[in-house]
């Protein structure tokens, strides 16, 4: 199975700040990297597909970079929406595996 | 609009069984992979199970391969997950999701259906 290692854990960072999550494949996945947004109590969201598609519907702040093994999820400006918990996954090779999260915190 | 609607979830006794269903609307049931989720109380998601969108292909996580059976009935739009010998560690909300047809990204999700597995 590939390993998704998600960095850092977590974050805390104010409105208006630019804040990068990374994700390290444990072997090339190309670029089937996929990003969600959690919120507590909610389903995942789909933000980001194929590192660096922006799903329809997701505002332009977000994006993703990358591709093989090292993989960025940036959010240029937060806005108060933003603080959540974010997942990167790969769909390269089936078992899909997640990262293991990075919650974002307002400071 | 893609609306995915589980049921069936509930409290079970360690080895017992539970079958999950996903009910699908607003999109072309049959032509998209499907897959199912789970998010144990406070923990991150786990990948669980994939099925293609003809039901010929599935793939399992290590963690339920040989107990759970994932399956589909494309005349009737659902989405199914068949879990045996059940255990504590199973205990999760489970998601389930549609693929999005070109880079297995999992574009549109259910709201969850908590399954508690516990004596």
């Known amino acids: 199975d590939i390993h998704m290692n998600q960095s850092p854990s977590s974050v805390s960072a104010s409105v208006g700040d630019r804040v990068t999550i990374t994700c390290r494949a444990s072997?090339?996945?190309?670029?089937?990297l996929n990003w969600y947004q959690q919120k507590p109590g909610k389903a995942p969201k789909l933000l980001i597909y194929a590192a660096f598609s922006l799903q329809s519907g997701v505002p332009s702040r977000f994006s993703g970079s990358g591709s093989r093994t090292d993989f960025t999820l940036s959010i240029s400006s937060l806005q108060p929406d933003d603080f959540a918990t974010y997942y990167c996954q790969q769909s390269y090779s089936a078992p899909y595996t997640f990262g293991q999260g990075t919650k974002l915190e307002i400071k | 609009e893609v609306q995915l609607l589980e049921s069936g979830g509930g409290l079970v006794q360690p080895g017992g069984s539970l079958r999950l269903s996903c009910a699908g609307a607003g999109f072309t049931f049959t032509t998209y992979p499907m897959t199912w989720v789970r998010q144990a109380p406070g923990k991150g998601l786990e990948w669980v199970s994939l099925i293609s969108g003809d039901g010929h292909n599935t793939y399992y996580a290590e963690s339920v391969k040989g107990r759970f059976t994932i399956s589909r009935d494309n005349s009737k739009s659902t989405l199914y997950l068949q879990m045996n010998s059940l255990g504590a560690d199973d205990t999760a909300v489970y998601y389930c999701?549609?693929?999005?047809?070109?880079?297995?990204?999992?574009?549109?999700w259910g709201q969850g259906t908590l399954v508690t597995v516990s004596s």
């Open positions: 072997q090339t996945i190309s670029n089937y």
């Open positions: 999701a549609k693929e999005n047809g070109e880079t297995s990204a999992a574009d549109s």
